[in-house]
Each structure stands twice: as structure tokens, then as C-alpha cells.
């Protein structure tokens, strides 16, 4: 899997644990920033992984910030994306098997380390199921609105 990853200064530290994890895994990280001595704003970073996606260099995204609110709402904004702000395990793995999300977002101040990359796993390892798929159709046909 080619992922596109970014966080805002809220979550560096936990973003480079998270890249070493998505490495150890085999899939292909493409680490976007922010750089660990700057404060930024997430809507910048959150930009930088749909538009990878958008532009087909990336399968999917993972946005950190310090709730995963502010990164989940930016993301959202883009055509074809699906980003979930999930919690743990569970939603994590439902935001795939029901949603199909294309980017999943995490609060690093809100949520340890570990509960991120049990998060990540269950994200990845899961599967759409079909059966959800009318529904994420009416999803983007919000889009045009
Ligand atoms: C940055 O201070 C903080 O607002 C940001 O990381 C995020 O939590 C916003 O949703």
C-alpha cells in the first residue's frame, strides 16, 4: 500500500513512530510533513495527502493533528475523499469495512501511541464490504451540492 502521511506540530513525534510502523509493515510510506521546528496549520498538510491521492501517487492517507478534528474536517472538503477521525480498533476497522475511508485521522494529544497503531493495523487489514457501497455513492453525491 503507497501512503501519504502528514501531521501538524501537534503530533511530529508521533508521526515519525507512525511511519516506522507503516514501513515495518511493507507498505510504502510517503512522509509530507511538517517539519519537527515549525507551527503550521492542518488544512496545508491536510492538503498535501488528498492531493496525492487525488492525483493517484498515493492509495491512501493518514492525518494526525492534535484531535484529528481539524485534519478530518480539511480532508473532507476534497472530492473523493473519505476521511474518518476514528478512536480505537473498532472504528478504525469499520471506517473501512462500512465507509471505505481513503484517509483515516487521529488526535495525537488525545489518543496513546499504541491505541494509534492498533488504530492504523485495523484500518489496513480490513475490507470494504460491498453491500455499503449505494451509500457511499449518495456520500459523493453530496459533493455536488
Ligand atoms: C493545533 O494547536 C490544533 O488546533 C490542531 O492540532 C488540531 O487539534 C485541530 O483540530
Known amino acids: 500500500m503507497r501512503i501519504a502521511l502528514a501531521s501538524d506540530h501537534a503530533a511530529v513525534e508521533l508521526r515519525l513512530a507512525v511511519a516506522a510502523h507503516l514501513t515495518g509493515r511493507g507498505d510504502q510510506v510517503d ?6 521546528h515549525e507551527r503550521v496549520d492542518y488544512p496545508d498538510y491536510a492538503a498535501r495527502v488528498t492531493s496525492a491521492i487525488s ?3 498515493a492509495d491512501v492517507g493518514v492525518l494526525i493533528c492534535g484531535t ?3 485534519m478530518s474536517m480539511a480532508a473532507n472538503k476534497v472530492a ?4 474518518a477521525l476514528v478512536h480505537d480498533a473498532t472504528t478504525a476497522r469499520l471506517a ?9 485521522c487521529v488526535g495525537g494529544r488525545v489518543l496513546g501511541p499504541l491505541t494509534v497503531l492498533e488504530c492504523l493495523d485495523a484500518w489496513l487489514d480490513a475490507s470494504f464490504e460491498p453491500r455499503h457501497a449505494d451509500r457511499l455513492a449518495k456520500l459523493h453525491a453530496l459533493e455536488a451540492r
Not at 473501512?96 to 483515516?104: F, G, M
Open 96 to 104: 473501512r469495512e462500512h465507509n471505505d475511508a481513503n484517509v483515516l
Open 31 to 36: 512522509d509530507l510533513g511538517c517539519a519537527a
Open 80 to 83: 473523493g475523499i473519505r476521511a
Open 55 to 57: 492525483a493517484g501517487s
Open 68 to 70: 484529528g478534528i481539524g
